[in-house]
């Protein structure tokens, strides 16, 4: 097997932690002596071991020595101290003679120090194998460790005119099961998901993965819920609020929401009261600042946001340049009327030139309906 090779298996790996490994970046290692594999390992869940560690266990259980071998790694190995020591460290005391890495570490605090160290063990290190298919595997991580603000990405599904409801707000269900099932997967890959309270009113959503797997289930205590309520109007009945996840769900108010609300909502759910977009705004259409609440779930290590609100939240992160991924779902199907809801909705670009572009795109057919997802 070539580099190339032994890398696409780290790199797959590493995707057996999707969902899991968050605020870390999901990572697999392969350790090759004598050109056959002797361990392999991956990141499991942030707080356990590395991959590098992972892989040196592995090769330990099968009776193997991980010294004069040859580490293949997804992530340029750490160098700090985190909840678990340096990665280096250990790749250095097991006697490894070469580490062959796909991505270099995207903390501009940290780049390219891992492989300083190891040179100067005496450790050859050669960079860059599969270094986009590694880089992308990670988009969300590179994307909060850089800016420390969640890469949103935007969901909806719609009719093929861009209807997600009626004028009277039926919408269930406009696509089909394997849309949804993968609508489920794109819940599972975040690490909160949030939407507005229209929604909430509208469709009482649990806002979990839908899944009978109980791996999948223990996931669902991780998915923080995040609603904008700016008065507060959110049911106190709602699911969100009384359900067994009701200590996961965060709803952003605005000061101008009633404060007996917002103490009946406090004593079952997080209240936080977030600025305004515009202090300009009149009262009554109030709107919250979302660069504000970005920033505040990026220190919070929300790393990942799914966004699925309905056309006017859809458009506040779209338009307001927020969002950095679409995953759009379009059924076979033509809704009509000017007043049913759009996928995307608020005053839209005043001229073409502002439209929102978007780049790398992705067709995927899933049952009768079909996947848009691309980078704005």
Known sequence: MSDIQFMRLALRLARRGRGRTSPNPMVGAVLVKGGKIIGCGWHQRAGLPHAEIEVLHDAQKRGQSPRNATLYVTLEPCSTHGRTPPCTNAIIAAGIKKVVVGATDPNPKHAGKGFKILRRAGIEVVHGILAKECAELNEAFNHWIVGRTPFV????????????????????????????????????????????????????????????????????????????????????????????????TTIAVSKHAPQKHVAALSKKVTVIIAPPANSKLKIKNSKLDLNWLLKKLGTENVTSLLVEGGGEVNASFLLGGLAQRVAFFYAPKILGGRDARKGVAGDGAKSLSEIVQLHEVEWRKLGEDLLLTAKV
Do not use: H, Y
């Open 153 to 248: 990405t935007v969901k909806a599904a719609m009719t093929l005119d861009g209807k997600i409801a009626t004028v009277s707000g039926e919408s269930k269900w406009i696509t089909g099961e394997k849309a949804r099932a993968q609508g489920m997967k794109l819940r599972q890959n975040s690490d909160a998901i949030l939407v507005g309270i229209n929604t909430i009113l509208a469709d009482n959503p649990s806002l979990t993965c839908r899944s009978q797997k109980s791996e999948v289930k223990s996931q669902n205590k991780n998915l923080r819920r995040i609603v904008l309520d700016s008065f507060a109007r959110t049911p106190l009945d709602a699911k969100i609020v009384s359900d067994e996840f009701a200590a996961m």
